[in-house]
């Protein structure tokens, strides 16, 4: 049985154009026959379609009529093969079997190609014009591969984070509209320990993961045992007692037993959330929109804060450095693994704490005499000089 589509009826009208139009006697015999149909499915399809349906991508025809471009589709997809097509109409609509170096050369500084940062094609597009040429043009792809046809891709700039955390009046601002415990008690962990929503998550974070200390440390009460999956190392969690208190009332509430999950919720639902609270609160602006074949609603960001659950992370490092916690102890605080990772997009010490700290140094400080004492209050290993030094005390 012949499927009726668009494109199928299109080309049914446009023979019938051709023929003198439907009023024209004999028309519709001579369609079933070329087409191969019967009569019910021709009156099916002209009750469906009356008219021409205008073609997708109308002007852009000469495009994806080509060969190797309708190939091309099948392996590579309607995203990747839109990329080329913007390559395409940047060449005056050259057809991409045609290409030459001088060509390639042309898309590596367009201005509607380039990437701002770098002066260059966009590294998502070279691939494409990559795959595409190794496939259907492999000299020019031989010839090119480490010279035109070559983009480095782009990492991340250091400290392009640095701007994106709650100063503390904002973050009381922010938990002061939570309405809903289980999203407030999440919160209030993750801020407090620097961790990501995976780890909060993960099946192995249960109740029976949260110890009490036998004698309390001041406002230290607990410690909690959690799995971070992308570093794949446990990390100890220190508890104070506003914590425990929201860890304590969650769980009562809820009725969560020993072996069952804290925060069982998906990444997505966490988000939503605080996204929610922080244009509660007056911290951002989002916009609700539909997209996907089901038109689902999202919020798109339009301004201030951008929040997601990486926020408080960055919070947790912002709120470390203006206490003066030095870097190390951030890193094994929030379960950072690399310290440099760290001290790139996170951790930010103002010009002035520098000038002041430096000012509290005193150089005139009296030490004592006897090496051996200071050694062991310091923690860097001894240099080859030191040790020189120390041994003809000895003597």
Same mark, same amino acid.
């Given at each position: 049985?012949?499927?009726?589509? $668009?494109?199928?009826?299109?080309?049914?009208?446009?023979?019938?154009? *051709?023929?003198?139009?439907?009023?024209?006697?004999?028309?519709? @015999?001579?369609?079933?026959? +070329?087409?191969?149909?019967?009569?019910?499915?021709?009156?099916?399809?002209?009750?469906?379609?009356? @008219?021409?349906?205008?073609?997708?991508?109308?002007?852009?025809?000469?495009?994806?009529?080509?060969?190797?471009? /309708?190939?091309?589709?099948?392996?590579?997809?309607?995203?990747?093969?839109?990329?080329?097509?913007?390559?395409?109409?940047?060449?005056?609509?050259?057809?991409?079997?045609?290409?030459?170096?001088?060509?390639?050369?042309?898309?590596?500084?367009?201005?509607?190609?380039?990437? $701002?940062?770098? !002066?260059?094609?966009?590294?998502?597009?070279?691939?494409?014009?990559?795959?595409?040429?190794? @496939?259907?043009?492999?000299?020019?792809?031989?010839?090119?591969?480490?010279?035109?046809?070559?983009?480095?891709?782009?990492?991340?700039?250091? !400290?392009?984070?640095?701007?994106?955390?709650?100063?503390?009046?904002?973050?009381?601002?922010?938990?002061?509209?939570?309405?809903?415990? *289980? %999203?407030?008690?999440?919160?209030?962990?993750?801020?407090?320990?620097?961790?990501?929503?995976?780890?909060?998550?993960?099946?192995? %974070?249960?109740?029976?993961?949260?110890?009490?200390?036998?004698?309390?440390?001041?406002?230290?009460?607990?410690?909690?045992?959690?799995?971070?999956?992308?570093?794949?190392?446990?990390?100890?969690?220190?508890?104070? *007692?506003?914590?425990?208190?929201?860890?304590?009332?969650?769980?009562?509430?809820?009725?969560?037993?020993?072996?069952?999950?804290?925060?069982?919720?998906?990444?997505?639902?966490?988000?939503?959330?605080?996204?929610?609270? !922080?244009?509660?609160?007056?911290?951002?602006?989002?916009?609700?929109?539909?997209?996907?074949?089901?038109?689902?609603?999202?919020?798109?960001?339009?301004?201030?804060?951008? %929040?997601?659950?990486?926020?408080?992370?960055?919070?947790?490092?912002?709120?470390?450095?203006?206490?003066?916690? $030095?870097?190390? +102890?951030?890193?094994?605080?929030?379960?950072?693994?690399?310290?440099?990772?760290?001290?790139?997009?996170?951790?930010?010490?103002?010009?002035?704490?520098?000038?002041?700290?430096?000012?509290?140094?005193?150089?005139?400080?009296?030490?004592?005499?006897?090496?051996?004492?200071?050694?062991?209050?310091? /923690?860097?290993?001894?240099?080859?000089?030191?040790?020189?030094?120390?041994?003809?005390?000895?003597?």
């Amino acid at each position: 049985m012949t499927t009726i589509t $668009p494109e199928f009826m299109r080309r049914i009208h446009e023979r019938a154009k *051709e023929l003198g139009g439907w009023k024209k006697h004999g028309v519709k @015999t001579q369609i079933c026959e +070329e087409f191969g149909i019967s009569r019910p499915t021709l009156y099916e399809g002209l009750k469906k379609y009356p @008219t021409a349906v205008i073609k997708k991508y109308a002007e852009y025809e000469d495009f994806y009529d080509i060969p190797e471009i /309708q190939k091309f589709i099948k392996v590579a997809g309607k995203g990747k093969t839109k990329l080329l097509l913007k390559c395409w109409l940047a060449l005056d609509r050259k057809s991409p079997m045609n290409w030459t170096s001088e060509d390639l050369a042309i898309l590596r500084k367009h201005p509607e190609l380039i990437d $701002p940062l770098t !002066g260059f094609i966009k590294y998502n597009t070279m691939i494409v014009v990559r795959k595409f040429l190794r @496939t259907n043009k492999p000299d020019l792809y031989q010839k090119e591969e480490k010279n035109l046809l070559y983009t480095k891709k782009l990492k991340r700039p250091k !400290g392009s984070k640095r701007n994106w955390f709650l100063t503390t009046d904002e973050l009381n601002k922010f938990l002061s509209v939570i309405d809903d415990l *289980e %999203f407030l008690t999440q919160t209030t962990c993750q801020v407090k320990w620097g961790c990501r929503h995976s780890a909060l998550r993960h099946d192995t %974070f249960t109740v029976s993961k949260i110890d009490r200390l036998p004698k309390p440390d001041g406002n230290i009460v607990g410690v909690a045992h959690i799995f971070e999956p992308k570093t794949g190392k446990p990390w100890e969690k220190i508890i104070d *007692e506003e914590t425990m208190y929201a860890l304590k009332t969650y769980v009562a509430t809820n009725n969560i037993i020993l072996t069952d999950k804290l925060f069982p919720h998906s990444l997505s639902w966490y988000n939503d959330r605080m996204k929610k609270y !922080g244009m509660k609160a007056g911290l951002c602006k989002y916009k609700v929109v539909r997209s996907g074949k089901r038109k689902a609603k999202k919020l798109k960001y339009v301004s201030g804060i951008p %929040f997601s659950s990486h926020l408080l992370r960055h919070t947790f490092a912002f709120i470390c450095s203006i206490n003066d916690v $030095p870097l190390e +102890e951030t890193a094994d605080l929030g379960g950072w693994e690399d310290i440099n990772t760290l001290k790139d997009f996170y951790y930010f010490v103002p010009p002035e704490k520098l000038r002041n700290r430096f000012k509290s140094i005193n150089w005139k400080k009296h030490t004592p005499r006897d090496k051996l004492t200071l050694i062991k209050t310091r /923690q860097e290993p001894l240099t080859a000089e030191e040790l020189k030094e120390l041994e003809g005390e000895k003597e």
